[in-house]
């Protein structure tokens, strides 16, 4: 089954209530988390499966499985999208 990592260099901060991953060296774009997405982006320090990110994400959170599944395939295609995920 296809895992996927965060690309690496990057720091997740609070500030004023919202978080951030912030790229730790030149280059590189601020990204804007809300609570489910934070949550996301600290599993994918290390690769994960869309089973295990939506396993975590049900436990954690009041939505159903095909919802989240949805949701965080939706998420994972705009990381890779944008050059901040890789699929291992």
Known sequence: ?????????YVLREIAGEYL???SQNGGEIVI????????????QEPKTLDEL???ITEMF???????RS???QFLENLK???LAVSC
């Not at 089954?1 to 260099?9: A, I, L, N, P």
């Not at 988390?33 to 994918?44: A, F, K, T």
């Not at 009041?62 to 989240?68: I, S």
């Open 1 to 9: 089954m296809e895992r996927y990592s965060v690309k690496q260099g």
């Open 21 to 23: 991953a912030v790229p």
């Open 33 to 44: 988390l809300n609570p489910v997405s934070r949550v996301l982006w600290e599993e994918l």
């Open 54 to 56: 939506t396993a975590k």
């Open 62 to 68: 009041d939505v159903e499985k095909d919802e989240a």
């Open 71 to 73: 949701d965080i395939s």
């Open 81 to 83: 999208n944008s050059g």
